[in-house]
């Protein structure tokens, strides 16, 4: 008992969350149900992070999400062939299972990110409410909670770089 006190208020006193992914948006990469350390200091966010966001959307949910892009980046997203674009470059997705078809309801493409905004997509791409869709739109990186650095359950590091 004392050891699990000492270990929680080392985890909280470092900076480091738990969150648990609601659904099966970020799937294959993470799992309904899958506890998530996330890094709640200060930190640069990076194309491809997964992030927590706690901005309010129209599903009135805490999202888990990938970066795709930041403020000032271009996306643009090629329905026919599957692919996704941030300033015409091609975007090596290794993480996906299958092609992005969906296009969304958010914006027309290619896309301007505003400064301090994110473009945030889920792994699952055809299965994700995100940047795309216009009840959740572009992220405030003020609401980024913070980035998901470790799966509890097995034990293994996420956004190595």
Not at 52 to 69: G, M, T
Not at 97 to 109: A, E, I, M, P, R
Not at 120 to 132: H, P, Q
Request: hydrophobic share 40%.
């Amino acid at each position: 008992m004392l050891s699990a006190l000492v270990a929680v208020t080392l985890i909280f006193t470092f900076g480091f969350k738990i969150s648990t992914v609601n659904g099966s948006s970020m799937f294959s990469t993470l799992r309904d149900g899958d506890r998530l350390l996330i890094s709640a200091r200060d930190y640069n966010i990076e194309q491809g992070d997964i992030v927590i966001i706690s901005q309010p959307n129209a599903y009135e949910k805490v999202l888990v999400k990938r970066v795709i892009a930041k403020g000032g980046q271009t996306v643009d997203i090629d329905i026919p062939q599957g692919a996704v674009y941030v300033d015409g470059e091609l975007l090596s997705e290794p993480y996906l299972n299958v092609k992005t078809k969906t296009l969304g309801d958010g914006f027309s493409y290619p896309v301007t990110v505003p400064e301090g905004k994110l473009f945030v997509m889920g792994d699952n791409r055809n299965e994700s409410a995100d940047s795309r869709y216009a009840g959740v739109g572009f992220i405030d990186e003020r609401y980024v909670v913070g980035e998901a650095f470790y799966r509890i359950g097995d034990r293994t590091l996420l956004n190595q770089r």
